[in-house]
């Protein structure tokens, strides 16, 4: 049975607990002293509370203190050396920075990063458990960490006292003690060491049954005293594995057994400590043990660490509204309402683009100077974010000049209290600010990036505990475990990579002089592996996961763990063939996937779902995986989505909203021409982005030279002030006069672009000069055949600056028939160039994309390309509207040379019209009906496409444009046939 003073293997679970032989030993020294002071050592907190609790049971409670080693230290050593206190790492840190500033050495060339003084710091930290003199260094890198810390030492010794200089006051004092009973101590940390050495001396070891030092080795894992599990499960991934064992924490929990006599522990935090505190609560478990976050990741924290990383001269919009996204600043406006940041968003990507420094600038001016360009909430919302600017720049800059720690506590509480909201989160990281002030002391040199590490760090360690002690799940690393009484214990994430947790030696210390050698820390961590095990008097759950879904591969069990999967199977089990030996064990569960543990559970994890919605997957897979009809509404809604997306049924998962098309009023507003063919486009995304207002925001950071969209602006700008100068003056052509409006808009527009390098753009205006020349030629050649310039950018269906709501500066109704009847559309647009010859007009429309392929150009057969394109035509009854004469021929001009300089004509006959009528009634036929079937998307809306997954919407639409109504409607004929297209986003 592998028995060995009374610590024994999972086949005997008959030895008297850690708690048991205490409480013998206790009552037997209380039968000879009754009163005498006893004082009983255990190496977990977790431990301490379960003795108490069966010291207390017992009645053997009295007199009796039961201490971790840090514990007896710190009692010990505390009123000796008061009124000094421990020695923080923060402060420690601080006077490490201090001691470089003073004199670097040879780190000089390192020093002023913020890394090299933590580093430095953490090694003097470590180095403080040990005695300085018995130290010899064996680089020149050991002699300057030696040298900075005894400079450190001698700033904080006043105040501050060393891990060793506590032990050794505290181990002169031990006799303070009464008679010590030692129960599992490990040899750990140098502190444990020293008092474990000094006890000895003085005649105290370990307690028969509760040490250590008879199990098994980490050299030989596998030898008869190892302790090991009583059941092993292994799962696809982390996120399942701890999964099934809350699963079987609940099989545990139905059988009676209570809370506080089970642990699940863990080799590392990450990422089994976040894992299983939303896998707990998911099924409504109580636990207690360390929370999964500190004050440093929360919402007021990161914020504020954040901010104090902005430069406050550039202050970068993309990283600024990314902390305002964090949602704990208070972002409010003049009548205290808070702004957006959705708003905030809107404003500095579209309406006024800023990337940083000086584009801040624009949006102040536009406050000041353009009142008519801002409507009052952008107004509102533009003074808000520069208010949230100045304050954050004035603290930054404060901080900058700051002459003490002092100053500089005080103006960042000021940042917090004034722009953090309250919450608990924000109360603890105040008293992390206050703490700054401590700083003075030692007087290190201040920088932003102190000061940015001097509150990470201190609000780093501020990590609390959820729960109450005694009362749910223990969890906790598995150092937690040692010396437990618990009927259940779960060890997870016993893979290889994971268990054992490897250290690296640190190249600042010298090897050996504060840890012990590598293979007694590997023997170390194995024993305390064993000794968690030995905590469960039942129950012993080892729990691995056979890959990674984060970091992708396969893992095999961990070494240590072998030897259970040996003594299970009844012969030696290699981490190469483990599948192949455990096949078919019943003390070794596999879960193949997450369905399948809540569908077939194996027995050993209860038959009972452990959360709400492995209960909904039972529901749905024994309902041949349909919702059934008492289901959530959510849920149903949602098997409705995937059964319609997945069999191409036309539903309002698929874009059918015709049971709601009264509300749509998309009709009820001018449309544009470009706006009916985003329909011809892609229906589906004409509805979130007309109908739903939709839309991917633009980043101006993304570019440092013009975009496309931007080229055809500056070149419309560029084109419009030449064509009105012709029609102002009545002159000809005239390619100075050309040039020098290209010189003016090329300057205003890199004035006024944020972030643009100059040099790229004058590259960029000389190219478009020679675009130009070859436009100038053909416009001459017009101006030769007797073409004269009318108007340019002629606005029509759309309100002007100074008109009243109901105002517009030119009304186009456009008359179609549908199936519900005549409808009058409202159109709307600019139609950029209006010529006149002989009584007759020509509208041309400037763009500067690519030419489309010959067979994807309109033509008077097909002057809409089946329902697709209508910009041309409605653009020629827009202009006949305007002032009643004629319009003879539309065009669209490619003046660029990636368009290849291409006219695209088309001229306008009643036959034409006519045609272009009936496709613009069946277009509004279907916006009456609610269509708008699932569709991937180019031209304006292939950014929203792409977001969406525009691949998936097209294999949605290869199934619908087979269903009715999109297989026969004439609106969707268009579509139907493949898109020859390669044109992108134009600008017109």
Not at 347 to 358: D, N, Q, S
Not at 936 to 943: F, I
């Amino acid at each position: 049975m592998g028995h060995h003073d009374g610590v024994t293997g999972f086949q005997d679970s008959s030895a008297p607990s850690l708690t048991a032989v205490v409480a013998a030993e206790v009552r037997r020294i209380r039968d000879a002293n009754p009163l005498g002071r006893i004082t009983v050592i255990v190496p977990s907190f977790g431990a301490s509370r379960d003795l108490v609790r069966a010291l207390a049971l017992s009645g053997g409670a009295v007199n009796v203190a039961v201490r971790t080693p840090s514990q007896v230290i710190t009692e010990l050593s505390g009123p000796v050396l008061s009124p000094r206190a421990p020695l923080p790492f923060p402060l420690l840190a601080a006077a490490v920075d201090t001691a470089m500033d003073t004199d670097p050495g040879r780190l000089v060339d390192v020093a002023s990063e913020p890394v090299t003084g933590e580093a430095v710091a953490r090694a003097c930290l470590r180095l403080g458990t040990i005695d300085p003199a018995t130290v010899t260094p064996e680089t020149p890198l050991h002699e300057e960490v030696l040298r900075l810390g005894a400079h450190a030492g001698s700033l904080t010794g006043p105040s501050y006292y060393t891990q060793f200089e506590a032990a050794t006051v505290a181990l002169d004092r031990l006799n303070e003690l009464g008679h010590v009973l030692v129960a599992a101590p490990l040899r750990g940390t140098r502190t444990e060491q020293r008092l474990r050495d000094s006890l000895e001396e003085r005649g105290v070891t370990v307690l028969p049954g509760t040490g250590a030092d008879h199990l098994a080795g980490a050299a030989e894992p596998d030898t008869p005293e190892a302790v090991t599990g009583s059941h092993v499960l292994h799962a696809s991934d982390s996120d399942d594995e701890v999964r099934a064992v809350v699963r079987f924490v609940r099989s545990r929990l139905s059988e009676g057994i209570p809370g506080h006599r089970i642990g699940v522990y863990y080799p590392s935090p990450d990422p089994y400590l976040r894992l299983l505190h939303r896998a707990f609560a998911e099924a409504g478990i109580a636990v207690h043990g360390p929370t999964d976050h500190s004050v440093g990741r929360s919402p007021a924290g990161r914020t504020l660490v954040r901010l104090l990383g902005l430069d406050a001269a550039r202050m970068n919009r993309a990283e600024l509204l990314s902390v305002v996204a964090e949602g704990a600043l208070t972002v409010v406006d003049s009548r205290g309402k808070s702004v957006s940041s959705r708003r905030l968003e809107n404003l500095t990507r579209t309406r006024f683009p800023v990337i940083e420094g000086t584009d801040w600038d624009h949006l102040a001016e536009a406050i000041r100077a353009e009142p008519n360009r801002l409507r009052d909430p952008e107004r509102d919302a533009a003074a808000a974010l520069l208010g949230l600017i100045g304050s954050v720049r004035s603290c930054l800059e404060s901080i900058d000049a700051a002459r003490s720690w002092a100053e500089v506590a005080a103006t960042v509480n000021t940042l917090v209290t004034s722009l953090i909201r309250q919450g608990t989160d924000r109360a603890a990281v105040l008293a992390a600010v206050g703490s700054l002030v401590d700083l003075d002391t030692v007087g290190p040199r201040i920088t932003r990036e102190r000061v940015i590490g001097a509150v990470t760090t201190r609000l780093d360690a501020i990590g609390d505990r959820v729960g109450e002690e005694g009362v749910g799940i223990a969890l906790g690393p598995i150092d937690e475990a040692v010396g437990r009484d618990l009927d259940t214990v779960c060890v997870v994430g016993m893979a290889e990579g994971l268990l054992p947790v490897l250290h690296r030696p640190d190249p600042l210390v010298p090897e050996g002089t504060v840890d012990p050698p590598a293979s007694e820390m590997l023997d170390e961590r194995y024993r305390v592996l064993q000794l968690a095990l030995a905590a469960g008097s039942t129950h012993r759950l080892c729990s691995f996961p056979r890959g990674s879904m984060r970091g992708g591969g396969d893992r095999i069990p961990s070494r240590w763990l072998l030897p259970t999967l040996s003594r299970l199977t009844g012969s030696e089990v290699k981490a190469t063939d483990w599948q192949q030996a455990v096949a078919g064990n019943d003390s070794i569960t596999a879960v193949s996937s997450f369905v399948d543990g809540i569908l077939t559970p194996p027995t050993v994890l209860g038959s009972d779902p452990a959360t709400p919605a492995e209960l909904r997957i039972r529901g749905l897979a024994g309902n041949g995986w349909n919702v059934r009809s008492d289901a959530p509404e959510e849920l149903q809604r949602a098997g409705e989505m995937r059964r319609d997306r997945r069999l191409g049924q036309f539903s309002r998962f698929t874009g059918d909203v015709s049971s709601a098309a009264e509300l749509l009023t998309v009709l009820d507003r001018p449309l544009s021409p470009t706006r009916l063919e985003d329909w011809a486009q892609s229906p589906y995304l004409f509805f979130l982005g007309t109908v739903l207002r939709v839309r991917v925001l633009d980043d101006p950071a993304e570019d440092i030279e013009m975009d496309l969209r931007d080229y055809g602006k500056l070149i419309h700008l560029i084109l419009q002030r030449y064509v009105d100068w012709r029609i102002d003056t009545g002159s000809g052509p005239d390619r100075d006069r050309l040039m020098e409006f290209l010189r003016v808009e090329c300057e205003a527009a890199i004035a006024a672009s944020p972030g643009l390098v100059a040099s790229l753009w004058r590259r960029r205006q000389a190219l478009l000069a020679a675009e130009l020349d070859s436009w100038f030629a053909a416009d001459s050649e017009d101006a030769a055949a007797g073409w004269s310039p009318a108007a340019t950018e002629l606005d029509f269906g759309r309100a002007t600056e100074d008109a009243t709501e109901k105002g517009t500066e030119l009304e186009v109704p456009y008359e179609v028939s549908t199936s519900r009847g005549p409808v009058s559309l409202q159109l709307a647009g600019s139609i950029d160039r209006l010529d006149n010859l002989r009584g007759s007009q020509r509208v041309t429309d400037y763009k500067t994309g690519k030419a489309p392929d010959e067979s994807d150009r309109p033509t008077e057969a097909d002057p809409t390309r089946a329902g697709t394109r209508f910009q041309l035509p409605l653009y020629a009854a827009a202009a006949a509207a305007a002032d009643g004469r004629p319009v003879s021929e539309v065009r669209y001009w490619y003046c660029t040379e990636r368009g290849e300089f291409t006219e695209v004509a088309l001229p306008v006959t009643e036959t034409l019209m006519e045609q272009v009528r009936t496709d613009v009634g069946n277009l509004v036929d279907a916006l009456q009906n609610g269509w708008f079937p699932l569709k991937g998307g180019r031209g304006s809306s292939r950014d929203l496409a792409d977001l969406l997954g525009g691949v998936d919407l097209d294999r949605s639409w290869e199934l619908l444009s087979t269903r009715e109504p999109v297989a026969s409607h004439p609106a969707f004929a268009g579509m139907l046939a493949p898109d020859l297209s390669v044109n992108g986003s134009e600008a017109s």
